[in-house]
């Protein structure tokens, strides 16, 4: 029904935003890696949507990518899944990384969202196994994933907190190893 708006960016509470489209404030519900990446307030901004109708009233979802949006509507396609825990697995993870865990049904990455125990998260690889990386055009070389992993996990436990480890790793080379990619995201952090 609604699919896209386009506004200005009225009010900031995480999870949820309001957009001012012409005179109409719309509040959606948006998962963090989207919040993190909207503008100021008062800025105009493009979102895609997903409009749910319950017997509890009418939510608006929000999605910066084409990718966020698929991804949400197959996590709700499983039993058991909501759109509140649907919204923590894409702010836990990116579509790539749950379509990465998916693909190499690594249960470790599922359960540390909050909300998402260890049956939940067997139920998800399960029901999800080949539909995210088709859709959403994620290709998963497994060498390059491990890799990624490792500088993630080793800039995480130097200390930096998750967003500045994805700001260093949205900056480097997709091919890179783990040792080069480390000394690079230290050096890209240090400039910070």
């Known amino acids: 029904m609604i699919g896209r708006l386009t506004g200005l960016l009225a009010e900031k509470n995480p999870p949820q935003i309001v957009l001012d489209v012409n005179g ?8 963090m890696s989207t919040f993190y990446n909207l503008p100021a307030s008062g800025e105009k901004v493009t979102l895609l949507t997903h409009f749910a109708v319950r017997e509890d009233g009418h939510f608006l979802y ?3 990518s084409e990718a966020e949006r698929f991804a949400f509507r197959q ?8 759109a509140r825990t649907a919204l923590s697995v894409l702010s836990g993870l990116s579509v790539g990384d749950l379509a990465a865990a998916v693909a ?3 249960v470790g990455r599922l359960i540390k969202v909050p909300g998402i ?7 998800l690889l399960l029901e999800l196994k080949g539909k995210l990386a088709d859709a959403t055009g994620v290709s998963l070389p497994v060498a ?5 992993q490792d500088i993630s996990n080793a800039l995480l436990a130097l200390g930096y907190n998750e967003k500045e480890a994805a700001a260093a790793m949205r900056q480097l080379p997709a ?5 080069d990619g480390i000394r690079q995201a230290l050096k890209l952090l240090s400039k910070v």
């Open 117 to 123: 125990g260890k049956k939940t998260a067997e139920r």
């Open 175 to 179: 091919d890179v190893g783990t040792s």
């Open 24 to 31: 109409v404030g719309y509040e959606l519900d948006v998962p």
């Open 75 to 82: 996590l709700l396609k499983i039993s058991g899944i909501g």
């Open 144 to 148: 390059v994933d491990d890799a990624k």
């Open 62 to 64: 929000g999605f910066q």
């Open 104 to 106: 190499q049904q690594e």
